[in-house]
């Protein structure tokens, strides 16, 4: 059984920093790109970063380009996100999924989605 299993949300100020994880099991990581997606409340999802499997690059929305920063670890199955100088827009929950690309544009092609960590950027 293939599951993402996110972890490290919470409560920040704005300006502040938080690192979520990832973590995989039930399929072949190291043959996966893994992304970040993140929802708000009456928003659609967006794609925030991606990190490939064969060539193992990176992508970043524009909107968090400079402040976040994508990292994996094939021998822990796990993915990493550190998020810095946070602001309110920031607030959403955030999911990794997996999927063959780093197709940010099209959600629908990831195969596998973890449940979710609320993420809340506020004074």
């Known amino acids: 059984e293939a599951q993402l299993v996110e972890s490290g949300g919470g409560l920040v100020q704005p300006g502040g920093s938080l690192r979520l994880s990832c973590a995989a099991s039930g399929f072949t990581f190291e043959d996966y790109a893994i992304a970040w997606y993140r929802q708000a409340p009456g928003k659609e999802r967006e794609g925030v970063s991606c990190?490939?499997?064969?060539?193992?690059?990176?992508y970043y929305a524009d909107s968090v380009k400079g402040r976040f920063s994508i990292s994996r670890d094939n021998s822990k199955n796990s993915v990493y996100l550190q998020m810095n100088r946070l602001s309110p827009e920031d607030t959403a929950v955030y999911y990794c999924?997996?999927?063959?690309?780093?197709?940010?544009?099209?959600?629908?092609?990831?195969?596998?989605w973890g449940q979710g960590t609320q993420v809340t950027v506020s004074s």
């Open positions: 999924a997996a999927g063959d690309f780093c197709l940010l544009r099209a959600p629908d092609e990831f195969d596998y």
């Open positions: 990190f490939s499997s064969s060539d193992e690059k990176q």
